[in-house]
C-alpha cells in the first residue's frame, strides 16, 4: 500500500482526526440500522477466533449494502506467508553474518535487499531509513526462536541485534 497514490484523501490521519466526529456518527448510525433490524445474521467470511466480531461487523456491514467483508483473506494470508519467508531467510542471513552482534540498518542493508525485503524505489538513503522502519515493525516477533531487539544507539544510530528465545 506504501507505493500506491492518487488517493482521495492526502493525509488520511490528518482527515479522519478533522472528521472524527462524523465519522464516529455514521457508524453508528450504520450499528444503529443493523439492530433495528433486528441484528440480521452475516453469511459471509468469518474470522477464526474472531467469529462473533466477524459476525457483528459483517452483519453490520451486510446489512448496509457493503459487501467484501474479509473476501481478501486468502490472498491477505497468501502474501503475508511471503513476507514471513523473506523475513525469516533475512533473519538467518544476520544472524550468520553477525550473529548477536549489534548492527545498524545499514549494516544490514545488503542482507536486505539480497533476502527479497521491499524497500521501495527511492535511493540507498531511503531504502536504509525504510529498512530502519522495517526493522522497528518487526521487533519482537520471533523468527526460528530469534528476537529482533533494539541494541542501543551509538553515535546518533540506532543499533539492531538477534536474541535467542528459549523455548516455551
Known amino acids: 500500500p506504501w507505493l500506491r497514490n492518487n ?9 479522519v482526526s478533522e472528521n472524527r466526529g462524523k465519522l464516529i456518527w455514521a ?11 433486528g441484528r440480521p445474521n452475516y453469511t459471509g467470511q468469518v474470522l477464526g477466533s474472531f467469529e462473533e466480531w466477524s459476525n457483528v461487523v459483517g452483519g453490520i456491514l451486510q446489512h448496509c449494502g457493503i459487501d467484501g467483508f ?30 548477536a552482534e549489534p548492527v545498524g540498518s545499514s549494516d544490514l ?10 524497500l521501495g524505489k527511492g535511493g540507498d538513503r531511503s531504502a536504509k531509513t525504510r ?8 521487533r519482537d516477533r520471533v523468527f526460528d526462536g530469534l528476537t529482533i531487539e533494539k541494541g542501543g544507539v551509538v553515535n546518533g544510530n540506532q543499533k539492531w541485534l538477534l536474541v535467542q528465545k528459549p523455548p516455551f
Open 131 to 138: 529498512l530502519g522502519l522495517i526493522l522497528s515493525k518487526m
Open 7 to 15: 488517493f482521495k484523501h492526502k493525509n488520511l490521519l490528518t482527515w
Open 27 to 37: 457508524g453508528l448510525t450504520l450499528a444503529q440500522s443493523w439492530i433495528a433490524a
Open 109 to 118: 542493508f545488503e542482507l536486505a535487499v539480497e533476502s527479497g525485503i521491499e
Open 70 to 99: 474479509l473476501g481478501n483473506l486468502a490472498s491477505f494470508y497468501k502474501e503475508a506467508d511471503q513476507e514471513a519467508d523473506t523475513y525469516l531467510r533475512f533473519v538467518h542471513a544476520w544472524n550468520e553474518k553477525w550473529g
